[in-house]
């Protein structure tokens, strides 16, 4: 009889114990989505393409946000809030109002000198792809002449898919020099 006793109690307090330990890991899992998604979202961004710059950005952007969740997942709701909750973010809202006042005094000023905000010149003029105009592609010979080179050219097997430089430069050499020498033969 003591025996079931001590085993009943042992069960319980171990099913106990258990849904303890799993609400709370539930409630740190739900209170740290936003952070889990925003670390996706820049991971997804990552996956397109972007500059040198922006992927340093993009970078230090995950770093952080995979830093700031992992913490939440870590850490208690309180050390949590102390270390990023509300007092910091009041205090980025802050900064971000006294940046704006600057800016609204720096416009004010310039209206009372008379000095005109100038806008920043590139060093390099900025290239814009003309999407108005066809592409026309073309191989460097047409009709019958194009049928005779697929007749006399054959690709060498290394060249169907080089795997360094020095074989896709060996690659083009080799069809530069072939194609010389088809000139050469067709036109005769």
């Not at 922006?54 to 969740?69: I, M, Q, V, Y």
């Not at 105009?133 to 097997?157: C, H, M, N």
Request: hydrophobic share 30%; aromatic share 10%.
């Amino acid at each position: 009889m003591m025996k079931k006793i001590t085993s009943l109690v042992f069960l319980t307090s171990l099913l106990l114990l258990l849904l303890l330990s799993y609400s709370t890991s539930s409630l740190a899992k739900k209170r740290c989505k936003p952070f889990q998604k925003k670390l996706h979202n820049i991971q997804a961004m990552q996956r397109s393409a972007y500059s040198l710059k922006r992927g340093h950005s993009l970078r230090a952007k995950e770093d952080k946000a995979r830093d700031k969740w992992w913490q939440c997942e870590k850490l208690s709701l309180a050390k949590f809030n102390a270390k990023y909750g509300i007092k910091k973010q009041q205090a980025k809202k802050s900064k971000k109002q006294a940046n704006e006042n600057k800016v609204v005094k720096s416009k004010s000023r310039q209206k009372s000198t008379g000095k005109k905000y100038k806008a920043p010149t590139y060093s390099q003029p900025r290239v814009t792809f003309n999407q108005t105009s066809e592409i026309v592609i073309r191989s460097r010979y047409q009709g019958d002449k194009q049928l005779a080179w697929l007749d006399f050219y054959t690709l060498p097997v290394k060249c169907k898919q080089p795997k360094t430089i020095s074989d896709f430069a060996y690659c083009n050499e080799h069809k530069r020099q072939q194609q010389s020498e088809f000139d050469k033969s067709y036109s005769k």
